[in-house]
């Protein structure tokens, strides 16, 4: 008798339900944290050069087409730091816990975070530990280190600023977990082109803290490159698991073509900044709704009825993230991805009429 795919397949995995990427067709799309803006239409072909003489009949160079270096000299990563690359900062979270995937290890985070962590602590079998935050969102230290102190997890994660709430974490704090973490500590920093701070000037010179980026937030999330610097001692291990040539030819000429212009995209970034403060002014200006202060390129709002209000936003052409149902303290939660300035005119305006 053949057996089915229920009958085979882990219980915890047939139970659960797949990441779900919404359909934006025909929609302002504002649920992914996206950059909204095109490669400028002067560098097009230049872009499509770049990418026309990538050897696709070849495999990738597995050591990244010389990007680390690039990557080093672009983001100020410390010399003392080893890098290690990813199909975006999601393939180094599974590399992560596939490599510390002992029985009985613990992989931490905070809640609410990034779903990754809690997913590939499943996936690899880790134990895992969610830390609570305050009801502003803001880091409980306490909490956090008597959590570390009792489960003594093997990895930390810590999102920073944090994805999906907005707010960036106290330095003083988030290098109080690293201290007080027996484990490596990973601080994700997949929106740092937007935030006031970074760590990225310990990686390599603190022993248990790696630091992971993405470039898709950017600008670049089709090309899925994701990056995490740290101590060599964790990188070479991490690499041992990571798939040899895991980095398409694609990716790479596509990365080396935007670090070249990365000023574009710097300016990009600054402009969303710019309209993630008007957005969030405009959020918090609603009767009855609590918008959060962002770092990232985001503005999650507390809002009176979540589910109302995201199903009257799509019916009227925006397709924002519905929180709500996520995690206790995301109840009556949506999240606003900055859009460009006529995309978010037209939420101001649409909620303006709701609001009405």
């Given amino acids: 008798m ?6 085979l397949v882990r219980p915890e995995i047939a139970e659960m339900a797949a990441y779900h990427v919404a359909d934006a067709s025909g929609l302002i799309k504002l649920d992914a944290m996206e950059n909204p803006h095109e490669l400028p239409a002067s560098l097009k072909a230049e872009f499509g050069r770049e990418l026309a003489e ?19 000299q672009a983001f100020a990563i410390p010399d003392a730091a080893s890098v290690l690359l990813g199909n975006g900062s999601d393939e180094i979270i599974t590399l992560i816990a596939q490599a510390l995937a ?6 931490m985070a905070l809640e609410p975070s990034f779903v990754m962590y809690r997913m590939n602590a499943l996936f690899s079998r880790l134990d895992y530990i969610g830390v609570p935050l305050n009801d502003d969102f803001s880091l409980n230290l306490p909490a956090l280190l008597a959590a570390i102190a009792e489960h003594q997890p093997a990895v930390l994660f810590l999102s920073y600023p944090n994805n999906p709430t907005g707010p960036r974490f106290a330095r003083v704090d988030v290098l109080a977990a690293l201290d007080a973490a ?4 990973v601080v994700d920093e997949a929106y740092q082109a937007f935030a006031a701070d970074s760590l990225m000037d310990l990686a390599g010179s603190r022993d248990n803290l790696v630091v992971m980026r993405t470039l898709s937030k ?12 740290g101590p060599a001692a964790w990188i070479d291990e991490l690499d041992k698991v990571r798939p040899p040539y895991n980095i398409n030819v694609l990716t790479q000429a596509a990365t080396r073509f935007a670090l070249r212009h990365l000023d574009v995209f710097n300016e990009q970034a600054a402009q969303l900044r710019a309209e993630r403060e008007r957005l969030y ?14 770092e990232a390129n985001f503005v999650t709002a507390r809002v009176p009825d979540a589910p109302a209000l995201f199903a009257w936003l799509k019916k009227n052409g925006i397709l924002i993230k519905n929180l709500h149902g996520s995690h206790p303290l995301l109840t009556q939660c949506l999240r606003f991805t900055v859009g460009s300035p006529d995309d978010n ?8 009429r709701y609001f009405a």
């Fill in 2 to 7: 053949t057996l089915t795919a229920k009958q």
């Fill in 54 to 72: 990538a050897a696709i009949n070849r495999y990738p160079d597995p050591a990244g087409g010389g990007l680390k270096p690039l990557l080093k």
């Fill in 102 to 107: 002992r029985p009985g290890a613990k992989l």
């Fill in 182 to 185: 027996p484990g490596l500590v």
């Fill in 218 to 229: 950017l600008g670049l999330a089709g090309i899925r490159l994701g990056y995490a610097a």
């Fill in 281 to 294: 002014a405009g959020l918090a200006a609603l009767p009855g709704v609590a918008a959060y202060p962002s």
């Fill in 345 to 352: 005119t037209a939420v101001l305006d649409a909620l303006a």
